[in-house]
């Protein structure tokens, strides 16, 4: 479905921020339409919700009593792969020269086109695998509002790890630290939960503000 | 030329030292520089020139020393005492605005382009003065965006003048100039002393050092190492004074023609933007020969070595690699083609600056020899690499530093040992001494002499005469995209390669298909 955007990017070169964020709005539709008709559970009269999925389809939790499903080592496996992609793999060569400076892996021979591509694809399978193991380990069924923001939050993510695909579960486990946290807090003791949220953007303005001074030297005159 | 010792001071700059951090910029720099003089300052890249340079205008504030002008102190660190002082500099890289007229450029920070207080007719005619006196000829009203670098050049120097300079500090200036353009600069210049300005004029082009000016100071790692009346000096010792050590530049003997490796047949290429593409351009790249390429840049270069390099295709016409026409054409075709190209921007084109040394030599090899079944072969293409850097004495920690770290020189080498350790029976040289020192220029021309005697073509691009005619065995012009015939090593005269270079003689030999 991310050919759509990879196809823009390499034709005519539009940003692929720009046309996955607006793809957003078109697949919450088909996703919607599918709600209301398709996939639309019988048993829920006028809820947009699928049926349930059926127990042998769900993500077994890792311990009994709490929450946490298998969805969380797939998640760990997921950034271990991408991480050996990225440093073992010629692919993954590939995809930091096209990443790092498009114009010098294009003059070196590397098919430009079809990294970008290929990594569009690859991240597209990864957003999907994310979205399964939130259906299939925690909802059970899918809903319209599966994402509480998700794919922003992982921009943060990513960021927060200084694009490293390890240091991405570090950053990860941080900020669903500081959103779970906050809801609790705000539970137990009334703190309203949007410190989590003003707490992530200074984390990821100093962080860019800190890589920023890096490039400067200190020095007493 | 020789000047008047009883000449007024007008700048001294005393006992200058800059650090940046273990780097010494400048140590202890002093000179005068006396009314109507020209002082050349010689140096390599990284010498310490332009730095001198930016105290004057306050960019930097010196560690120690001082800097009188006039007899008045400079105020450090105040970028505008300078101006107001009488200082103007034309910069390497010019500072006008393409969308304003020759005019409004000139009074640009001087008036207000919307005050009441301009009079645009006398403006013009003050600028028209000043073009006739100093044979700076421009015309006021044309828009920057039209002029061809020469006629940008001018406007500088025609801001600098309009401003009533006294002191007049040229980067660099004929880096962009053809022989007659440079010429004509030079005319301006000793128009300007004569009329009591001082003139600082940065280079390392020593031919240019010798004919302009009267006294040379060489820097050499940021220190005043020689001060020389230019009349009781030399090239040569120029040139040692330079680097410090006697430099013997390769010795390039003509040879013969081989078989022609590459032909172009008619080609053409679309423009690109203000680019020309090619414009029906032939020619043929011999086995053993070094064909040089002389232009003002700009002028179809980036084309031809687009072409070459396999970023672009012909529109029309044919090229052929020992008479067969290649595949399908791409840089990845170009390289298993045996093409070495050495890219004109190696910071952009040529490497990927936050890449290691090893990623960076591998770039256009990895997938033929440094990976197997899709998964890469670091350790052999760290060996590789530490090779690379013993074998073309690449100056650096080790191969797994980034190679933004590394100076020009150094990643040069790097490109030429990543394409020369191919065995390439084509190469592309496009500017490959740019911006080198010349340790690091002798070392890339040995290079490529050294193909060129094993048998390989070699296309030297260059906006540098110099660099061309010194080794070239053919020299070729292009111009607006077109070329001229190919000159032998010896027949063509400085000032008649200049011609062709300014777009005379083409129209003669125009082809029937135009």
Not at chain 2, 100 to 118: K, Q
Not at chain 2, 128 to 143: E, G, I, M, T, Y
């Amino acid at each position: 479905m991310l050919l759509g955007p990879a196809l823009l990017k390499t034709r005519l070169g539009v940003d692929e921020v720009v046309t996955t964020l607006l793809f957003n709005f078109i697949f919450l539709l088909f996703v919607s339409y599918l709600l209301e008709g398709p996939l639309k559970d019988p048993m829920v009269m006028g809820w947009p919700k699928s049926a349930r999925l059926l127990p042998e389809a769900r993500l077994p939790r890792l311990v009994d009593g709490l929450r946490l499903h298998w969805g969380f080592a797939l998640a760990l496996l997921a950034a271990l792969v991408v991480w050996v992609i990225n440093t073992r793999t010629t692919l993954g060569y590939e995809m930091r020269a096209v990443g790092q400076n498009a114009e010098a892996a294009g003059f070196a021979g590397i098919p430009v086109t079809a990294v970008i591509l290929k990594t569009a694809l690859l991240s597209g399978g990864l957003a999907g695998l994310a979205g399964f193991s939130e259906v299939a380990g925690l909802k059970g069924s899918l809903t319209l509002d599966l994402s509480p923001g998700f794919g922003y939050t992982g921009i943060v993510v990513a960021m927060l790890a200084l694009l490293h695909p390890l240091g991405v579960v570090l950053a990860a486990l941080f900020v669903a630290a500081i959103f779970v946290g906050a809801d609790s807090m705000s539970r137990a003791v009334g703190v309203p939960s949007y410190i989590a949220d003003i707490m992530l953007a200074s984390a990821l303005l100093f962080m860019v503000l800190a890589i920023l001074l890096t490039k400067f030297r200190v020095r007493r005159d | 030329m020789s000047k008047n010792p009883e000449a007024q001071v007008v700048l001294r700059l005393q006992g200058i030292t800059k650090r940046f951090g273990p780097v010494t910029a400048n140590e202890d720099v002093s000179f005068d520089l006396h009314r109507g003089e020209v002082i050349a300052l010689l140096g390599e890249n990284g010498a310490g020139k332009t730095t001198l340079m930016n105290f004057l205008f306050g960019q930097y504030t010196a560690d120690a020393g001082s800097v009188t002008l006039f007899g008045q102190p400079l105020p450090p660190g105040a970028p505008r005492a300078a101006l107001d002082a009488g200082v103007g500099m034309v910069h390497q890289h010019f500072t006008l605005a393409d969308n304003l007229a020759v005019w409004e450029n000139i009074v640009l920070g001087v008036d207000h382009l919307s005050g009441l207080s301009l009079r645009p007719r006398e403006v013009k005619a003050r600028i028209r003065a000043l073009s006739a006196q100093f044979h700076l000829k421009v015309d006021p009203n044309a828009k920057v965006a039209r002029l061809t670098v020469g006629e940008r050049q001018r406007v500088e120097i025609l801001k600098a003048l309009y401003r009533d300079a006294k002191i007049l500090i040229l980067d660099e200036p004929t880096a962009v100039l053809t022989p007659q353009e440079a010429e004509a600069l030079f005319a301006t210049l000793r128009e300007a002393i004569a009329t009591g300005l001082s003139v600082i004029f940065i280079s390392h082009k020593l031919h240019e050092v010798m004919a302009i000016s009267h006294r040379v100071l060489v820097l050499r790692h940021g220190r005043l190492v020689a001060e020389r009346a230019t009349e009781q000096t030399d090239r040569a010792e120029l040139a040692a004074l330079m680097v410090g050590a006697e430099v013997s530049s390769p010795k390039i003997e003509a040879r013969a023609a081989g078989a022609a490796l590459l032909s172009l047949r008619a080609v053409s290429t679309p423009d690109h933007g203000a680019a020309p593409g090619l414009k029906s351009l032939s020619l043929e790249l011999a086995a053993g020969q070094i064909t040089g390429l002389a232009g003002v840049s700009g002028n179809g270069q980036a084309a031809l070595s687009d072409l070459i390099s396999g970023l672009i295709s012909p529109a029309q016409g044919e090229m052929l690699l020992a008479d067969e026409a290649p595949g399908r054409w791409s840089p990845r075709t170009a390289i298993a083609s045996g093409i070495a190209r050495i890219p004109e921007d190696r910071h952009k084109t040529g490497t990927i600056a936050d890449f290691d040394l090893t990623e960076n030599a591998m770039l256009e090899t990895y997938a033929s020899r440094f990976s197997r079944r899709g998964w890469m072969d670091w350790a052999r293409a760290r060996a590789f690499t530490k090779e690379l850097i013993k074998g073309y004495d690449v100056r650096c920690p080790g191969p797994d530093i980034r190679i933004r770290l590394l100076s020009g020189g150094n990643m040069q080498k790097l490109i030429l040992g990543r394409v020369l350790e191919e065995t390439p029976q084509i190469i592309l040289a496009n500017q490959p001494v740019r911006g080198l020192d010349i340790g690091a220029v002798n070392y890339v021309h040995a290079e490529l002499a050294r193909a060129r005697d094993r048998g390989a073509a070699v296309l030297l691009i260059s906006e540098d005469l110099d660099e061309i005619m010194q080794l070239s065995d053919v020299i070729h012009v292009i111009s607006e995209g077109r070329l001229s015939p190919g000159f032998a090593r010896g027949t063509m005269r400085p000032d008649e390669l200049g011609a062709w270079m300014a777009g005379h003689g083409f129209d003669a030999e125009a082809p029937d298909a135009a």
